[in-house]
Nanobody, 120 residues
Framework: QVQLVEFGGGSVQAGGSLRLSCAAS????????MGWHRQAPGNQRELVAS???????NYADSVKGRFTISRDNAKNVVYLQMNSLKPEDTAVYYC??????????????WGQGTQVTVSS
């Protein structure tokens, strides 16, 4: 089985920073794209940032210049550094990973989510 576990959520004042981490574990052969999504109350889940295995990144317009996604392929970990946080960044953040696992099977996995709360 494959599991994604997130760390690093919490509460911070506007203008502050948080760093999220997500570790993938299990019978993993390879990880393709990894990313972070978020969902605020009453809103649809949205893509925040993604990164390919080669390090190419993509960001939502709302977080460009403030958030940075990175990954450690040796450790199967993806990070999201969030700076200059705004109240509208408040949401549950989910990590995702496109994983090739045992017996050549491939699937997209989601973490359990971690709450980020930004107060004004």
């Amino acid at each position: 089985q494959v599991q994604l576990v997130e760390f690093g959520g919490g509460s911070v004042q506007a203008g502050g920073s948080l760093r999220l981490s997500c570790a993938a574990s299990g019978s993993i052969f390879s990880i393709y794209d990894m990313g972070w999504h978020r969902q605020a109350p009453g809103n649809q889940r949205e893509l925040v940032a993604s990164i390919t295995s080669g390090g190419y990144t993509n960001y939502a317009d709302s977080v460009k210049g403030r958030f940075t996604i990175s990954r450690d392929n040796a450790k199967n970990v993806v990070y999201l550094q969030m700076n200059s946080l705004k109240p509208e960044d408040t949401a549950v953040y989910y990590c995702t990973a496109d994983i090739l696992y045992s017996q050549g099977r491939r699937a997209n996995y989601w973490g359990q989510g971690t709450q980020v709360t930004v107060s004004s």
